[in-house]
Structure formats: C-alpha cells, structure tokens
C-alpha cells in the first residue's frame, strides 16, 4: 500500500528506508559471458588488459532496479548497492557500451559451462597453481595485473555459481587451486551446479573412503548420491583451504 506521510519524514530516516530496500531485491541469476576468441590469440601487454573486464552475457533480461525510477534520493541509495556491468554483444561476446545494473549483495553471478566456454578469469586463476617456472617474467606480472582487475570488480560480491566442469578443472591443482578465494574475502555462498540432462557432464566423481578414488559417472547414474559426493568434495577442499589460510571466512556451499 501507499505511505503518503513519507515525504514528510526526516531525510536521514528516508535515506535508512531507501538503503533497506535496494538491498532487499530479489535475487537474480546473472550469466557471465564467455570471452571472445580473439582475447587468446593476441599477445598480452599491460595496456591491452587494462580495459578486459568480465561482462554479462547478452542471452538474458536483466530489468534495471525499480528504485532507480522512484525518485533522486532512491536512486542514489540504489547506486550505492549496485554497480554497473557492461552486456556483451551476441555471438563475439565481445565488449559493448551497454550496462546493467548488479547488485553485488543479493544477485548471484554465474559461470554457465553447457558448451565448454572459455573464461579469461577461471583460465588464470587456473594457471596460478602451476609452479611459476611454466610461465615467463612478463607474462606473469600481465596476468597478475589482470587477476587484480577482475577481483576488484568481484570486490562486494557475495553469491557465486560455477557448473562442475569448471569447478572440478579449479580444485585439480589441491588446495593451492583455492587461493584466489582469499581475494573474493566478501563471498558467503559458493553454489556448484550439476546439469543432470546435460550429455556433457560425464565427469568423474570423488568418492568418499580411506582414500580418494575417481570414479566415472554417466548422466543415468547420477542421482541424489552424486549430490552428496560432490557436497562432500567441496567441504573437504574449503577445509584444506582453511586449514592454509584460518583468517579467512569459507563460504557456504551449494549443490
């Protein structure tokens, strides 16, 4: 209903209001675009990095906050809890000019991998857990400017979804695949997704028991089992990771 004594409260009181409720908007999924083709073909400089940011994928409808169309003081409660994301273009997913607004506290920001995409982001954080003689002086101090950039932009988030490929192609390198998580310290829920129609997801398995074994797993086998084993995987991987770097919170995780 209508509050029409509203204009009349102090300001302070009606910026807490505006505050409250830009952060109470319901959760969105958000695709993250894959990165064109091109970004692995050229050689890497500082100054071509410098603008690579991760973008939203065009193949969705991301609705700008209704906040922001309420009044000045709601916009700019609205602007301090959302940041703006540039939409990639069809196809090329190449950058645009186009933006959306995320919020970085409700929204959760997710990796879709239904046909192996690349993304620069998981492809250096994956790099990072090999021994640093497998890559030049030069290509590491671009790389790590890169990774810089990208946590900045992650910096607030606190929800994050990857599928299992790209999750389980993290956790390869140990527990020492988890240190970027020291640099997303905002993040609260880590959710892995596990497309059981998807004939692409015949991955393996770690099965619990004395020792870890890899079992494969074909899509008719997966089940309520396979949830559990992955749950299982998860919480032992973040323990590790806990264990090397106590100061840090560990996220929740979903599967």
């Given at each position: 209903?209508?509050?029409?004594?509203?204009?009349?409260?102090?300001?302070?009181?009606?910026?807490?209001?505006?505050?409250?409720?830009?952060?109470?908007?319901?959760?969105?999924?958000?695709?993250?675009?894959?990165?064109?083709?091109?970004?692995?073909?050229?050689?890497?400089?500082?100054?071509?990095?410098?603008?690579?940011?991760?973008?939203?994928?065009?193949?969705?409808?991301?609705?700008?906050?209704?906040?922001?169309?309420?009044?000045?003081?709601?916009?700019?409660?609205?602007?301090?809890?959302?940041?703006?994301?540039?939409?990639?273009?069809?196809?090329?997913?190449?950058?645009?000019?186009?933006?959306?607004?995320?919020?970085?506290?409700?929204?959760?920001?997710?990796?879709?991998?239904?046909?192996?995409?690349?993304?620069?982001?998981?492809?250096?954080?994956?790099?990072?857990?090999?021994?640093?003689?497998?890559?030049?002086?030069?290509?590491?101090?671009?790389?790590?400017?890169?990774?810089?950039?990208?946590?900045?932009?992650?910096?607030?988030?606190?929800?994050?979804?990857?599928?299992?490929?790209?999750?389980?192609?993290?956790?390869?390198?140990?527990?020492?695949?988890?240190?970027?998580?020291?640099h997303i310290p905002s993040l609260r829920v880590l959710t892995v997704v596990l497309d059981l129609?998807?004939?692409?997801?015949?991955?393996?398995?770690?099965?619990?028991?004395?020792?870890?074994?890899?079992?494969?797993?074909?899509?008719?086998?997966?089940?309520?089992?396979?949830?559990?084993?992955?749950?299982?995987?998860?919480?032992?991987?973040?323990?590790?990771?806990?264990?090397?770097?106590?100061?840090?919170?560990?996220?929740?995780?979903?599967?």
């Amino acid at each position: 209903g209508s509050f029409p004594l509203f204009p009349e409260l102090p300001l302070e009181i009606q910026k807490i209001i505006w505050s409250f409720a830009s952060v109470q908007a319901p959760p969105r999924i958000l695709r993250i675009a894959e990165d064109p083709a091109n970004w692995y073909a050229t050689r890497l400089t500082l100054e071509i990095i410098k603008d690579r940011r991760m973008r939203l994928h065009p193949g969705q409808s991301i609705c700008i906050p209704s906040l922001f169309s309420v009044c000045r003081d709601a916009r700019t409660a609205a602007l301090e809890e959302h940041a703006g994301w540039e939409i990639a273009e069809p196809e090329t997913f190449a950058p645009t000019r186009k933006t959306a607004y995320v919020n970085k506290t409700s929204d959760v920001f997710y990796f879709e991998d239904r046909n192996h995409n690349r993304f620069w982001f998981l492809d250096l954080v994956y790099e990072e857990s090999f021994p640093a003689w497998a890559r030049t002086e030069e290509n590491i101090r671009i790389k790590q400017s890169a990774l810089r950039q990208y946590y900045d932009q992650f910096s607030g988030i606190r929800n994050l979804a990857m599928d299992w490929f790209q999750w389980f192609r993290l956790i390869d390198g140990g527990d020492t695949s988890l240190k970027w998580l020291r640099h997303i310290p905002s993040l609260r829920v880590l959710t892995v997704v596990l497309d059981l129609y998807n004939a692409d997801t015949v991955v393996k398995l770690v099965v619990p028991g004395k020792h870890l074994q890899f079992v494969p797993v074909t899509p008719n086998s997966i089940s309520a089992e396979s949830e559990k084993r992955i749950l299982w995987l998860l919480r032992k991987c973040l323990e590790g990771f806990h264990l090397k770097y106590p100061e840090h919170i560990i996220p929740d995780v979903e599967v």
